[in-house]
């Protein structure tokens, strides 16, 4: 890490803080579906993949960093690595382009990812490196490929990752055309959220991959079932990402909520449901539809990709409710 070399005392609160963040993520109950990855959280050092962060302070953004020359500054670096939290690593003008994503969700997606030995996996969005670090020590190196279209963000993942002792295979691209000459992969799991699955990512998988995304504060989970179709569910987990870059990112005018009452408007189903349906659906058309069913929760909504058409729906791909997805 640069100049500045951990003494014993750091390296014990490295050791006791990341101990810590495991009982938080396994009382969690995210390592309940797969406990094979508590070894990967505790093996793992965080820190090494966040030399330096921010943290939100009254007036803007305070930055935490591992080589500063207080050792109270130093201590709270560490102990802010291994919180369970997001880690904001990357700004630009007051915008976040790239963070650490809190570990418990880490662990849900990885668990619901359902790896297992010999299988390739293909992440979006690289990051600092710490979720390629994880895939690495459960898979080994040569079964990881993670992209991300920021040639700064993938060197310094490179150096993390090499800092840490794990040298998958990091690509400078544009994550939504996939990485073809590592095709094709068992699994592949995006850390940036899209409004739409990206045909290059089903063409990428083998027939049984799995694919999981963030898409309207939502993970959906595909599971490939033939050239260019893919079907899955939504997980029940809510989920907040930074927007991919380079391609169809999601977003655009803030939705309008007049008219829609302020319990709805501050319900985070609801919002879902706005996002997930967003130019075919009003807002009051969407309350409807929401209280109509019950106030559905995510695990009932799905998406189809067949070719060049994919669509979200609720309970029923085949049902009355569908919407079209951007592809």
Same mark, same amino acid.
């Not at 009254?58 to 670096?77: H, L, V």
């Not at 029940?236 to 909520?257: D, K, M, N, S």
């Given at each position: 890490?640069?100049?500045?070399?951990?003494?014993?005392?750091?390296?014990?609160?490295?050791?006791?803080?990341?101990?810590?963040?495991?009982?938080?993520?396994?009382?969690?109950?995210?390592?309940?579906?797969?406990?094979?990855?508590?070894?990967?959280?505790?093996?793992?050092?965080?820190?090494? =993949?966040?030399?330096?962060?921010?943290?939100?302070?009254?007036?803007?953004?305070?930055?935490?960093?591992?080589?500063?020359?207080?050792?109270?500054?130093?201590?709270?670096?560490?102990?802010?690595?291994?919180?369970?939290?997001?880690?904001?690593?990357?700004? @630009?003008?007051?915008?976040?382009?790239?963070?650490?994503?809190? *570990?418990?969700?880490?662990?849900?997606?990885?668990?619901?990812?359902?790896?297992?030995?010999?299988?390739?996996?293909?992440?979006?969005?690289?990051?600092?490196?710490?979720?390629?670090?994880?895939?690495?020590?459960?898979?080994?190196?040569?079964?990881?490929?993670?992209?991300?279209?920021?040639?700064?963000?993938?060197?310094?993942? @490179?150096?993390?990752?090499?800092?840490?002792?794990?040298?998958?295979?990091?690509?400078?691209?544009?994550?939504?055309?996939?990485?073809?000459?590592?095709? *094709? =992969?068992?699994?592949?799991?995006?850390?940036?959220?899209?409004?739409?699955?990206?045909?290059?990512?089903?063409?990428?998988? @083998?027939?049984?991959?799995?694919?999981?995304?963030?898409?309207?504060?939502?993970?959906?989970?595909?599971?490939?079932?033939?050239?260019?179709?893919?079907?899955?569910? =939504?997980?029940?987990?809510?989920?907040?990402?930074?927007?991919?870059?380079?391609?169809?990112?999601?977003?655009?005018?803030?939705?309008?909520?007049?008219?829609? *009452?302020?319990?709805?408007?501050?319900?985070?189903?609801?919002?879902?449901?706005?996002?997930?349906?967003?130019?075919?659906?009003?807002?009051?058309?969407?309350?409807?539809?929401?209280?109509?069913?019950?106030?559905?929760? @995510?695990?009932?909504?799905?998406?189809?990709?067949?070719?060049?058409?994919?669509?979200?729906?609720?309970?029923?791909?085949?049902?009355?409710?569908?919407?079209?997805?951007?592809?």
């Amino acid at each position: 890490m640069g100049g500045y070399a951990p003494g014993r005392e750091l390296d014990d609160l490295a050791a006791a803080a990341r101990a810590a963040l495991v009982r938080r993520i396994e009382a969690s109950g995210a390592l309940d579906a797969d406990p094979g990855w508590r070894e990967a959280f505790a093996a793992v050092p965080r820190h090494l =993949f966040v030399p330096y962060y921010y943290v939100g302070v009254a007036g803007g953004y305070e930055r935490r960093w591992g080589e500063s020359t207080d050792p109270g500054a130093r201590e709270r670096w560490m102990r802010g690595a291994y919180e369970d939290t997001p880690l904001a690593t990357r700004l @630009r003008d007051g915008e976040l382009l790239s963070s650490s994503s809190q *570990p418990s969700l880490m662990a849900d997606m990885l668990a619901a990812l359902g790896v297992a030995q010999g299988h390739t996996v293909l992440e979006i969005g690289a990051g600092t490196g710490y979720n390629a670090a994880l895939l690495a020590h459960r898979l080994g190196d040569d079964k990881v490929t993670t992209v991300d279209l920021d040639p700064e963000i993938t060197e310094s993942a @490179r150096r993390h990752l090499a800092a840490a002792g794990y040298h998958p295979v990091v690509v400078t691209g544009d994550g939504a055309r996939g990485v073809p000459e590592r095709a *094709p =992969f068992d699994r592949i799991i995006a850390t940036c959220a899209l409004g739409g699955v990206p045909p290059a990512w089903v063409a990428q998988s @083998r027939p049984g991959g799995r694919i999981l995304m963030p898409l309207a504060t939502g993970l959906i989970m595909l599971t490939v079932t033939g050239a260019g179709h893919a079907e899955g569910r =939504f997980l029940h987990t809510p989920a907040y990402f930074v927007p991919l870059r380079g391609a169809g990112r999601p977003g655009g005018e803030p939705v309008q909520l007049g008219g829609v *009452p302020r319990r709805a408007r501050e319900d985070d189903l609801f919002r879902f449901l706005l996002a997930l349906t967003r130019g075919s659906l009003d807002p009051q058309e969407a309350h409807a539809l929401w209280e109509q069913e019950g106030r559905p929760r @995510r695990e009932r909504y799905g998406i189809t990709v067949s070719g060049e058409r994919q669509w979200a729906w609720l309970d029923d791909p085949e049902g009355p409710y569908a919407w079209p997805l951007p592809s």
